[in-house]
């Protein structure tokens, strides 16, 4: 089973930019659908964004335009763009793998906090 690891969170202000980082190993991000969610206080786990195998994208409406998914193979990594970021994406990111029904492996996620 791939491990997964979440980087890259923090303090940002808003209109400000923020790049996550997953981090796999014991697999390559290149052979799963990969997903990042995110969970905010009080509310249900979400999807923001996903990148398939073949390399088709699909983001949650709230963050269309301001977030890209991105992969890159040779550093076994996927990547969270997040431009524009708003008080509202506040939440812990996590990042996830699977076959397409949903993650199988998740990271331990990566807290996001967007000051206004």
């Known amino acids: 089973q791939v491990q997964l690891a979440e980087s890259g969170g923090g303090l940002v202000q808003a209109g400000g930019s923020l790049r996550l980082s997953c981090t796999a190993s014991g697999g390559s991000v290149g052979y799963y659908n990969m997903d990042w969610y995110r969970q905010a206080p009080g509310k249900q786990r979400e999807l923001v964004a996903s990148l398939t195998r073949g390399g088709n994208r699909n983001y949650a409406d709230p963050v269309k335009g301001r977030f890209t998914i991105s992969r890159d193979n040779a550093k076994n990594t996927v990547y969270l763009e997040m431009n524009s970021v708003k008080p509202e994406d506040t939440a812990v990111y996590y990042c996830?793998?699977?076959?397409?029904?949903?993650?199988?492996?998740w990271g331990q996620g990566t807290q996001v906090t967007v000051s206004s």
């Open positions: 996830g793998a699977g076959y397409g029904s949903g993650p199988v492996s």
